[in-house]
């Protein structure tokens, strides 16, 4: 479930779930017996033949999405799926364009080191043109800050009912992208994370994604909705990552959580939009393996009978007001962040947002480990602590986490 044991039988508690992947907890039974059934039973045939665990599956997931959701491809990653989303959305809207934030992660292939917007992901490579990043709405580090839908906000933030009104000049940033660097009215598509992960957990202000898409309609283009790391009730307001913002993308794209640690992923969008896709064959050979779609039908299960979503919206509200009483107790915590069991702490030299050095970082990430706890470093400078369990965390585990967080904050302060 939410513990891990080394060589030498010492436990740790998972705060990290495999960046994301471990959604409802390590060996968890149902999982377990799933897979075994489905081992006897099949394990491969490819979509030219497909079989009942696809369907289940497919079923089961598309229960969960707006209506207009319907048509699912199965793959095996986050960038595979990422991959497809860009081509399914230059063979329907007929542009060659792609927007993405800066401090986002999206993958790693040629393609998706070009969708990517941060260094420690860029090989010194070329990568395909057409690419373009907008200025990331971080209300941290963004001179223009911003309030966000977070119990957390930053120090000194504003309050704003509604949409906050920092959104003005992060969409007029977004609007010079598209007037300078895109031919009018051309752009394919916009994609952004519901909360960015590997950029350290960030949220956007109010009102942003929504107003996002609204513009890069205006433009002729589509909205993808990165899900891979937010999907599968981890947030805990929502099922997905794009309800709070209050918007049905064109085409989401899933991976990490949705079959609990086997590779697995999909891109689900509208009969129009797959219908451009018919021009030429298209497969994967090993998409729709009968062994992760049965995992994944047992994720969806477990998450619906064990009310995975209330838990981790509960849990979630009580890990992070106990890392807000961290903050004010340790200036070295400049930000806390976060929604339901995606959370973390930015990390900065006392009364500076400057961050922590890396020997700092890494000394701190591994004493947290020699004490039991497994975090994951994140950010454009790996100075934020991710906190990313299993969603079956406990309030109790929570409060050995924050024990251990003010040991190690104390050593390091």
């Known amino acids: ?106 993958g790693n292939s040629s393609s998706m080191m070009a969708l990517t917007a941060m ?34 906000q930053v120090p000194d933030s504003c309050s704003c009912t509604g949409d906050c009104l920092s959104t003005d000049k992060y969409i007029d940033q977004l609007k010079e992208v598209l007037e300078f660097s ?9 994609f ?12 956007f202000p109010k009102g942003y994604i929504k107003r996002a898409q609204q513009l890069i309609k205006e433009h002729g283009g589509i909205f993808v909705a990165d899900e891979v790391q937010t999907g599968f009730a981890r947030t805990g307001d929502t099922f997905w990552g794009f309800e709070s913002h209050g918007i ?39 998409s729709g393996n009968a062994l992760a779609a049965a995992a994944g039908v047992a994720v969806l299960e477990v998450i619906d009978d064990e009310n995975i979503q209330d838990h981790c919206k509960k849990i979630g509200e009580y890990f992070i007001r106990q890392l807000i009483q961290l903050q004010q107790q340790f200036p070295i915590i400049g930000d806390v962040r976060g929604k339901g069991l995606m959370l973390a702490m930015e990390l900065v030299r006392p009364g500076t947002k400057e961050n922590l050095s890396d020997n700092c970082m890494i000394r701190m990430h591994q004493r947290l480990k020699d004490l039991g706890v497994l975090t994951g470093l994140g950010g454009r400078n790996l100075n934020v602590l991710k906190i990313t369990p299993p969603m079956c965390i406990t309030k109790e585990d929570v409060d050995f986490a924050v024990s251990v967080f003010n040991d190690v904050f104390k050593q390091f302060s």
């Open 182 to 190: 895109i031919p009018s009215r051309r752009v394919a598509a916009f």
């Open 248 to 286: 049905i993308p064109d085409i989401v794209t899933l991976a990490k959580g949705i079959a609990n640690g086997l590779p697995f992923a999909a891109v689900v969008t509208t009969k129009e939009i797959a219908e451009a896709h018919t021009k030429a064959n298209y497969f994967n050979t090993f």
């Open 1 to 106: 479930m939410q513990w891990l044991y080394d060589h030498e039988g010492r436990r740790y508690l998972d705060l990290l779930g495999g960046i994301l992947t471990v959604s409802v907890g390590h060996c968890h039974r149902k999982i377990v017996a799933a897979v075994e059934e489905q081992l006897k039973t099949l394990w491969h045939t490819t979509t030219l033949y497909r079989h009942s665990k696809q369907f289940e599956f497919i079923e089961k997931l598309t229960s969960k999405l707006p209506e207009k959701l319907q048509v699912v491809y199965l793959t095996n990653s986050g960038t595979e799926a990422n991959d497809l989303a860009i081509v399914l959305a230059k063979c329907y809207t007929g542009h060659n364009d792609i927007i993405s934030l800066q401090n986002s992660y999206h």
């Open 192 to 203: 952004a994370e519901s909360i960015q992960g590997a950029g350290g957990i960030v949220q």
């Open 119 to 152: 260094q420690s992901f860029r090989q010194p490579i070329p990568v395909p043109p057409g690419f373009h990043h907008a200025m990331v709405p971080d209300p941290f580090r963004n001179e223009w800050g911003g309030c966000r839908d977070c119990i957390s």
